[in-house]
């Protein structure tokens, strides 16, 4: 692990004609949610009913985020041989690129959604992979789900920012409960401001210091992702956040 680095929002490129990937489409609206249809439109979905307005979300194909392929940091991590063996977790998993990207024989991956159309979708494109013995996907909501073992890794990557503000704390006591007590959260903060459409949500890492350093965790990096995807780039941080022994007092 490295020491903690360059805390902080990194400054916001204007918003530049990148249409062409969903990823792209999705930044392309910034500035007003009502600029990215898609956004806005799961900005409706979701704020009505969360569980049912995700299935729609992915009905529809209203999926603006996904990039259709694993995130290049999660293959950039894997290389690094940096992430824990044993059992990982990846909530609000989507299409499960990175579920794919993180299994191997020493890592068993957990992707969890809450729409079932997601989970499908995911299960139909990997389940004849090579590594498909050392992946799963399972339908259930985040909070209610009950596995039979903690996890060693849990990587977040914009499902923090797909659930309601008021559901951040809950989050992180969530997050707490299904990590092994030497296990490691990493978060890959999809920085969106009030200036932007968002998957749906703004958030920024002071966000996830507020409810993650109560609960006795301590980002050991928290650095700009240099392998984000174009439109993300100077937008994305990477954090690496492990329990310390002695909880900050409150
Ligand atoms: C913005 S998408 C991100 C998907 C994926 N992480 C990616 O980067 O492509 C958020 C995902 O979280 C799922 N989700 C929302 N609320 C959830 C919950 N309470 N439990 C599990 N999954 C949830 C949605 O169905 C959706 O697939």
Redesign the pocket.
Known sequence: MHALSRIGRVGFASSRALLGSPAARMSAGAGDPSKNPAVGRLREL?QLD??VG??K??EAGI?P???GKP?PIVEHLVNSGTLPKGRAL??????G??VVALASPDRFVVG????SV?VEKAKQWSSSLPNADYFAFVA????N?KPSEQFDLIF????F???DPS?RLAWAETVSGLLKPDGELITLIYLISDQEGG??YNNTVTDYQKVLEPLGFKALLMEDNEVAIKPRKGREKLGRWKRCQHRPSL
Do not use: E, H, N, R
């Open positions: 979701v969360s569980a995700w299935d979300s992915w999926t985020w996904d990039l995130t990846v909530p609000g998993c989507g299409t690129y990175d969890l959604d809450v729409s997601a259930d909501d985040f909070f789900w977040d990557y914009t499902f920012c797909a659930l559901l998957p749906p």
